[in-house]
Each structure stands twice: as C-alpha cells, then as structure tokens.
C-alpha cells in the first residue's frame, strides 16, 4: 500500500529545492525549534521536517486541502495511526 500523505498523486520530494528565503523563514519564525522537536535528535528526520514543513509555502489550495483533510481522517482514526506506527517501529 502506498499512502500519500502530502500529494495526491506522488511521492513526497526529499530533493526539491527549498524556497529562495528559507533561510529568511527559518530564522523568522524559530522553525529550526520546531524541526528539532520533530526530528528528536535523528538528522534524517530534521532535514524531513524542514523540507516537509518549507515546501509548504508554495502549495496551492487543493494541496492544502488535501492535507488537511489527510489529518482530520488521521485524527478520526488516532487509534489505527498509533498502532501501525507501533508497528512499523517493531518491524524496521
């Protein structure tokens, strides 16, 4: 099963280039304390969240409305989401 969770119909890009004022952004809004508390010290999971958290700045509408619906289905479910993150911790 492939769950897209960011696009409807594509993978989330680790690749994609961030905005041209991401510097700007992050320095602004202190994202690099949100990223920290995302990632728990893994630097993987921080670079995920920075891009994951930045791109989001140029998503269009249904975009946006798309994932937001992703997380009030996710929030419906919490049970569900919790057991198979339960899960996949036990199987990697």
Excluded: W
Aim: hydrophobic share 40%; net charge positive.
């Amino acid at each position: 099963m492939k769950a897209f969770l960011m696009y409807k119909d594509q993978d989330f890009d680790l690749q994609r280039k961030l905005p041209s004022n991401e510097q700007a952004l992050t320095q602004d809004l202190e994202l690099n304390t949100l990223f920290n508390a995302m990632a728990l010290g893994d630097k993987f999971l921080f670079e995920v969240a920075k891009k994951a958290v930045l791109s989001g700045f140029n998503s269009d509408l249904d975009t946006i409305l798309y994932r937001q619906n992703i997380l009030k289905d996710c929030l419906k479910k919490l049970f569900h989401c919790q057991e198979y993150l339960r899960y996949r911790g036990r199987v990697n």
